[in-house]
């Protein structure tokens, strides 16, 4: 298959590549086998190049292509309750709304018709690969697997581990907690697909005791594969983690029960002394920024450019549902929002007036190529490198919420998609060359 237009990608996190007149060649596994700039005559191009065949996707002048987000971190069972209940601070909204609504996935008839519901929503708002935590209950665990897989989604999915500090309605002993992660990662590992991969998922420090963090860094390491949790949310979070753990920060602890690696990610990391960065730095462990949570349950405004200076992966999570919006680009909007208020606070700490807030191009590698490199996924999405997936939106810059003046550059259309789009303006959503969704 070509596609013969507009090509928008990040090259790095400084450097947006704006390819014109593009040609995009994909193999009939949905791998990119062809990038050309610069192609005034598609007929003229093909008539010196072996592809015989083959089908041409011409893109309109208001549309262009660009890489598929990713969603580092975001709760399934969550959106069940999306967009409401955020009158409280995370413990309490943890208890109040989260652990109730997720104890309803024991039932897999409940879990299949939500998880249909999340993962059709996050890809017709483009979230080409999405890190998923599910709930404690193997049974609906797989459900989500097997939505996830029938939809056509590139996913990481967790079971979430919880045997301590939590309701008794919603908590596991350590053992079937730990022995229900091993049949889930296998179940995974089984199935006929490269898109999914299984993730160990304590939920937290708070709800896990040494021995079940020990044992799911054990698994990790066994059958290879990430860890994902989160870290540093909240002021009384981090209170109550140090107490239970007798430890002098919130890092150690996930250090000192050996869950911090190269193929580890964590959400939030809002609080962090200078010394945790560094763990995490010399861990080469990486962050999934969720802006919008952040706001939405006061947790606080993370400041990204300190992951950036020392080198660490960063990633936007949408965080549903303590964000309340499914859309990767109200991530990059909170992103953008969460960057300005940085910019206010190092202003009237008098600390320093010279903080850059994220720029657009930034914004837009944090949430495809970024995303990527967190999941350790960037030889393979994040960008339109040959031989890398074609996982894409096809955007149309009409029919969806956007007014074009005329006269836009392409920098100036790229921004106003990510700041005025919506769903409607995504004409198709690819993963692997495969449509996983189109516009209705
Ligand atoms: N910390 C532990 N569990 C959760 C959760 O479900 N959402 C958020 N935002 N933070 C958490
Ligand atoms: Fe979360």
Redesign the pocket.
């Known amino acids: 298959t070509i596609y013969y237009g507009t090509i928008i990608h990040s090259v790095s996190i400084e450097q947006v590549d704006i390819i014109q007149n593009g040609v995009l060649v994909v193999d009939a596994t949905g791998i990119i086998v062809h990038v050309e700039r610069d192609v005034a005559d598609i007929k003229e191009f093909l008539d010196k190049q072996p592809y015989r065949d083959v089908e041409i996707h011409s893109l309109g002048a208001e549309q262009f292509l660009m890489p598929g987000f990713v969603d580092t971190h975001a709760?399934a069972p969550?959106y069940m309750f999306a967009g409401s209940g955020m009158d409280c601070q995370?413990l309490d909204w943890?208890e109040k709304y989260?652990f109730p609504c997720e104890s309803a996935f024991e039932s897999t008839d409940h879990a299949l018709e939500a998880y249909q519901k999340v993962v059709a929503r996050f890809l017709s708002n483009g979230t080409t690969t999405c890190s998923w935590?599910a709930t404690i209950h193997l049974e609906a665990c797989k459900k989500l697997v097997d939505i996830v897989h029938q939809l056509g989604q590139r996913a990481f999915v967790g079971k979430v581990n919880m045997d301590q500090n939590a309701p008794e309605f919603y908590i596991e002993s350590t053992q079937s907690s730990l022995k229900d992660t091993r049949a889930f990662i296998e179940y995974v590992q089984s199935k006929e697909t490269t898109l999914i991969t299984p993730v160990v998922t304590p939920?937290?420090a708070?709800?896990c005791s040494s021995a079940l963090m020990n044992g799911l860094s054990q698994l990790a390491k066994e059958y290879r594969v990430p860890i994902q949790t989160?870290l540093c949310?909240n002021h009384d979070?981090i209170d109550f983690t140090c107490e239970l753990f007798k430890s002098k920060d919130y890092t150690s602890v996930y250090d000192n029960h050996h869950l911090l690696n190269e193929r580890s990610y964590m959400?939030?990391c809002v609080h962090m002394s200078d010394e945790e960065i560094d763990l995490l730095a010399q861990r080469k462990t990486g962050v999934a920024h969720?802006a919008n949570?952040n706001f939405s349950?006061h947790s606080g405004v993370c400041d990204v450019r300190r992951f950036l200076a020392k080198g660490i992966k960063v990633g936007l999570g949408t965080?549903v549902a303590?964000g309340f919006s499914p859309s990767m680009l109200d991530a990059i909007r909170s992103t953008f929002f969460a960057s300005k208020t940085q910019k206010i606070i190092h202003r009237d700490n008098g600390k320093n007036n010279d903080y850059v807030p994220l720029k657009t191009n930034e914004l837009l590698f944090l949430a495809t190529l970024g995303g990527a490199q967190v999941l350790g996924l960037q030889d393979q999405i994040g960008n339109f490198e040959k031989g890398k997936s074609f996982d894409a939106l096809w955007v149309d810059l009409e029919g969806g919420s956007i007014d074009l003046m005329g006269g836009e550059s392409m920098d100036q259309k790229l921004e106003k998609f990510l700041f005025n789009g919506n769903d409607q303006n995504l004409k198709h959503v690819y993963v692997q060359g495969g449509k996983v969704s189109s516009r209705k």
């Open positions: 709760h969550q995370l943890l989260v935590f939920r937290f708070i709800t989160h949310e979070e959400a939030h969720c949570s349950l965080d303590g």
